[in-house]
């Protein structure tokens, strides 16, 4: 198994930034993709960005493409997401997951195969 802890939300003017970070504790970080997804409130899950074990190739929703990066540094066990030109269309809490199967690239970075979860960081942008 894999703990993650998200930190780093918060409240931010609209073209603001944040960066959040996931740390995960349990299992060898470098050997699982990541992701991060977000949640409005009254809408479902969605897919924000997705990266693989090494870091070499990453994916993002359209929404969000130009605007976040997600990144990795396997030494330090973490997960980040810089997030750039922030909209109130943003708001919501973030996620970070592990695949902890396997799960192909082409899955992964759909938002698909993800098998553990944070508990999440609210980002709020105001307008």
């Known amino acids: 198994q894999v703990q993650l802890v998200e930190s780093g939300g918060g409240l931010v003017q609209a073209g603001g930034s944040l960066r959040l970070s996931c740390a995960a504790s349990g299992r060898t970080f470098s050997s699982y993709g990541m992701g991060w997804f977000r949640q409005a409130p009254g809408k479902e899950r969605e897919f924000v960005a997705a990266i693989t074990r090494s870091g070499f190739s990453t994916s993002y929703a359209d929404s969000v493409k130009g605007r976040f990066t997600i990144s990795r540094d396997n030494a330090k066990n973490t997960l980040y997401l810089q997030m750039n030109s922030l909209k109130p269309e943003d708001t919501a809490i973030y996620y970070c997951?592990?695949?902890?199967?396997?799960?192909?690239?082409?899955?992964?970075?759909?938002?698909?195969?993800?098998?553990?979860w944070g508990q999440g960081t609210q980002v709020t942008v105001s307008s």
């Open positions: 997951a592990a695949d902890l199967r396997g799960t192909i690239w082409l899955s992964l970075k759909q938002g698909v195969g993800y098998d553990s």
